[in-house]
């Protein structure tokens, strides 16, 4: 807001508080997350072990079925990273009678985050999103290894592996060798022995990487994501359902200082229905009109119920 004192700083912030009546409440903090931050402080960040992520809809052993990838949680967030609770917005212009608005940037994030965009029409459970995550299904072959790892000097396995020589293993390992052609000693320092694995060709030593070093190699080399499908496959998110069969409209957006209308207009465009109290007669006028001047179109319906995504493909 603006400021005319001259014997102290002006005020530069404003906080703005989460309230919530339960313990547990709705929050949908994927729908606001911002990219992970440069490539050399996330890999300083993996290293480390300062970033692990253990969460709702984290990678996890039990969707892998492997001990070894992400066991200890996946070590950022694969939607993005917390935007923080410090938020650099930039004030806007306002035409009409009020000098306290705010920018729509400034709502946007509160109520995608806060109201629920889908509600049940009968028992207004909110749909929360759900993520599954499943590993590709490779041919499986007898490991050679098993039978004559050290040259025979092995004693004898039974079993079978993940066939890792295939079409898609010896392309990734062409490509490593091609992109980190004056870098071996830097990937070897970053990934240890493995990295001598993933580059190789031949049947007893040849390895696809983990998904943890496969996002890791990735923010070195971009250009890898074109052999995603030999890795991982994409994750499905779907939404939940409380299963009354009765269709969805938009969660409610209650402002009870309307205002110009501000926070209104800008529910309505993200799909919400809104309930808006002003006590000034002259700012209600205001704030019917600018929301009634709005064209409104609604949100296309671009979601299923998860067991619909999952059973039609």
């Known amino acids: 807001m603006p400021s005319s004192v001259k014997d102290r700083l002006t005020n530069a912030y404003e906080h ?21 931050t ?59 009678a009020h000098f306290a608005t705010f920018p729509p940037k400034l709502i946007t994030p509160i109520i995608k985050a806060g109201c629920p965009k889908w509600i049940c029409s009968s028992c207004g459970k909110p749909r929360e999103r759900i993520r599954l995550i499943s590993r590709p299904t490779y041919p499986s072959k007898e490991d050679p290894t098993l039978k004559t790892g050290r040259a025979g000097l092995n004693r004898y396995r039974e079993g079978v592996s993940h066939k890792r020589l295939n079409i898609g293993q010896r ?22 022995s493995k990295w001598d694995h993933w580059i190789r060709t031949d049947d007893s030593g040849a390895r696809v990487p983990m998904l943890d070093d496969w996002i ?52 309505r465009k993200l799909g919400r229905r809104f309930i808006g109290i002003e006590i000034n007669q002259e700012y209600a006028a205001m704030c019917e009109r600018r929301v ?16 619909e995504i999952f059973e039609n493909e």
């Open 16 to 36: 703005i508080f989460l309230f919530a009546k339960a313990r547990r409440y709705y929050f949908d903090l994927d729908a606001i997350r911002k990219p992970h």
């Open 38 to 96: 440069s490539d050399g402080e996330y890999r300083n960040k993996l290293r480390a072990g300062k970033e692990k992520y253990t969460g709702k809809g984290a990678w996890s052993i039990h969707e892998f079925g492997s001990t070894s990838v992400f066991n200890m949680g996946s070590s950022i967030h694969p939607k993005g990273k917390n935007p923080g609770d410090v938020w650099c917005i930039s004030t806007l212009p306002f035409p009409g």
């Open 171 to 192: 392309k990734i390992a062409e490509k490593l060798r091609e992109l980190a052609k004056n870098r071996f000693v830097e990937m070897r320092k970053c990934f240890g």
């Open 216 to 267: 890791e190699l990735k923010r070195i080399f971009p250009s890898l994501e074109i052999f995603d499908s030999y890795i991982i496959s994409e994750p499905k998110e779907g939404w939940s359902d409380c299963g009354c069969g009765e269709g969805w409209v938009g969660g409610i957006v209650l402002d009870p200082f309307a205002g110009s209308g501000t926070a209104l207009r800008v529910a």
């Open 292 to 307: 009634r001047a709005d064209k409104y179109t609604p949100p296309p319906e671009d979601v299923q119920p998860l067991t």
